[in-house]
């Protein structure tokens, strides 16, 4: 015969939080989608950059001799990027953050 003795406990309420706001996988998960999100809209605004083009070239012109041409060419190119003028995309990216921040901080406040 004996009796259970059970140790008392004490837990820190504000070391518990910190441990589970370190350590919830749904956190985690969150934060990590807030991270996407902002490489999303990092992709979006490198897809809507111009792609400026330069050529330099020489060319000789060896079919003839008795006239000897050379020509040296350069040239400069921009596009003309309809695509820019509807920002929807970006606008969609801008959102996803948002979205994925208010969610982040639902969970946090559930913890």
Do not use: C
């Not at 990590?32 to 000789?60: C, W």
């Not at 995309?89 to 406040?109: F, G, M, N, P």
């Amino acid at each position: 015969m004996g009796d259970l003795r059970i140790p008392d406990q004490s837990f820190n309420m504000q070391e518990l939080v910190f441990l589970a706001l370190d350590n919830r996988v749904d956190l985690l998960a969150a934060l990590k989608e807030s991270e996407v999100a902002m490489n999303q809209l990092r992709l979006t605004k490198a897809e809507r950059r111009m792609d400026l083009g330069l050529m330099v070239g020489y060319e000789k012109d060896w079919g003839k001799p008795a006239f000897d041409r050379s020509f040296l060419k350069a040239g400069f190119s921009v596009p003309l990027k309809f695509s820019n003028i509807n920002k929807g995309a970006v606008r969609s990216a801008k959102y996803a953050i948002e979205k994925s921040k208010t969610e982040y901080h639902s969970i946090e406040l559930q913890v």
